[in-house]
């Protein structure tokens, strides 16, 4: 059985998703790995399920490409999926929604999934880290522009001092938690422009101590959670600027080495 399909979450109907099921998928096999890619804020998820198509076939696993559309659950705020929560829309929830209603329909492992996302997405995944781990097979997280850091200190989305009072977890983020997940931090060798990023409301102190470029935050950021245990792979594209679907192939390497562990 083959599926590749734009989605309506049955949970939420502002929302929907991509995804793709091998062909040799059927309903008596064996639960499937699960691929989950966030996209950034041109929303080119069906980009990433085209170029995934060959992955998902020779490593036999399932994917799932959610959609944030533009102007949910505010038309001036077209990308807040990227922070997690606004106006009581929990995205991060959401797209467990999509996880569990893709158990649902197909024989895929939802109790823990890869996730990777990329700009924005890349915003998303690692923010989702700090409160999910236990749902993670590993994690890839690239080119994020805007970061939130490991401070116990700072209110979010600049730090995670009050991630119980804003999500409902039991606790502050579970570094040890995290410690256990493989990370991949990702980004092009040429992502070194300046103009977005400067253009960006309200920088936080360690944004600003992270310099202008997206391979500069990304380095701060991995060097951050190195410093509370979690471990990492970075791995800088030769060649490449800000560029997710360029990038993917050093993804998709990555996420085969997993597979074969």
């Known amino acids: 059985m083959e599926q590749d399909a734009l989605i309506t979450l ?6 929907s998703f991509y995804a793709y099921v091998p062909r040799s998928h059927s309903l008596e096999s064996a639960e499937l ?11 080119d998820a069906k980009n990433y399920l085209e170029h995934m198509r060959e992955f998902c076939e020779r490593h036999t696993c399932a994917l799932i490409c959610p959609l ?10 077209q990308n807040a999926y990227k922070d997690l929560q606004f106006r009581g829309t929990r995205f991060d929830l959401i797209m ?24 924005a997405g890349g915003q998303f995944v690692h923010r989702f880290t700090y409160l999910h781990p236990n749902r993670l097979a590993a994690v890839s997280i690239g080119a994020p522009g805007r970061f939130t850091a490991p ?23 579970d570094f040890a938690a995290m410690a256990r997940v493989p990370v991949q931090f990702v980004v092009g060798e040429k992502d070194v422009g300046t103009g977005m990023i400067e253009h960006m409301k309200n920088p936080t102190k360690y944004e600003l101590e992270a310099g202008n470029t997206r391979l500069g935050r990304l380095s701060w950021l991995r ?9 990492s792979e970075m791995s800088v594209v030769p060649g490449v600027g800000h560029d997710g679907l360029r990038c993917l192939p050093v993804v998709q390497e990555w996420l085969e080495r997993l597979f074969k562990t």
Do not use: N
């Open 151 to 173: 401070d116990l200190q700072s209110p979010w989305p600049e730090g995670v001092a009050d991630v119980s009072e804003i999500f409902g977890v039991p606790r502050s983020p």
């Open 33 to 43: 790995p699960l691929v989950v890619i966030i996209h950034g804020i041109g929303r």
């Open 68 to 77: 944030f559309p533009e102007g949910v659950p505010s038309p001036k705020h």
């Open 96 to 119: 467990l929604s999509m996880v569990e209603q893709a158990g649902r329909t197909w024989r895929v492992q939802t109790d823990r999934f890869y996730l990777h996302g990329f700009s």
């Open 223 to 231: 060097e951050a959670w190195e410093r509370v245990g979690v471990r």
């Open 10 to 15: 049955t949970a939420d109907p502002r929302f």
